[in-house]
């Protein structure tokens, strides 16, 4: 079982005492140990909507990340020269493409299922016995990624397999921190 698994389960769980015999408050304790906007993640991802617990799953959260990715988005977007800032029109249209990158890959990263399908790959309609391919994602069951353009796609891309990364990254230290 993977961290994100033993993550939400230990947020639906019914008891957090920690003794000899309870252990789902370990996990939680150790996604808040691991540091970084993995934790973050964590909760906006797997928390926001899974249980109704307002300390938990809340709107806030989602707003906190959104900042702090849109920082490093722009930090990254700095350091990777993405736009040559010569004039102020120029800084303002990359303050822009960030904020939009930003915006575009978190959503992408939170939900990337394709909403005709589900995220299935294929649509409920059958024909003689065989489920009909999804034409939206064409059978992946992921969404397209839209966005005005083939530079600002690839970026948004590239922020998508970011944020992966540092889930994953995230994971990989709360899972150390449990003993696994």
């Known amino acids: 079982m993977g961290f994100a698994e033993k993550f939400i389960a230990s947020l639906s769980s019914q008891n957090l005492r920690d003794d000899a015999v309870h252990h789902d408050l370990d996990v939680i304790a150790a996604a808040a140990l691991a540091g970084d906007m993995g934790a973050l993640l964590c909760r906006v991802k797997y928390a926001d909507g899974t249980i109704s617990r307002l300390f938990e799953g809340n709107a806030g959260n989602l707003a906190q990340l959104l900042r702090a990715?849109?920082?490093a988005v722009t930090?990254?977007?700095?350091?990777?020269?993405?736009?040559?800032?010569?004039?102020?029109?120029?800084?303002?249209?990359?303050?822009?493409?960030?904020?939009r990158v930003?915006?575009?890959s978190l959503a992408h990263w939170l939900d990337s299922k394709c909403k005709g399908c589900h995220g299935t790959g294929v649509?409920?309609?059958?024909?003689?016995?065989?489920?009909?391919?999804?034409?939206?994602c064409h059978g992946g069951g992921e969404a397209a990624i839209s966005c005005s353009g083939g530079f600002e796609l690839e970026r948004i891309k590239d922020m998508v397999s970011?944020?992966?990364?540092?889930f994953q990254s995230h994971?990989?230290?709360a899972m150390r921190r449990l003993g696994h």
Do not use: F, S
């Open 123 to 136: 649509v409920a309609a059958m024909q003689a016995g065989a489920p009909v391919v999804c034409k939206a």
């Open 102 to 104: 930003a915006e575009a």
């Open 75 to 99: 930090q990254k977007g700095h350091a990777r020269r993405w736009v040559k800032a010569q004039t102020a029109w120029d800084a303002q249209a990359a303050n822009t493409l960030y904020r």
């Open 171 to 173: 994971g990989a230290r």
């Open 162 to 166: 970011e944020l992966e990364g540092i």
């Open 69 to 71: 990715w849109t920082a």
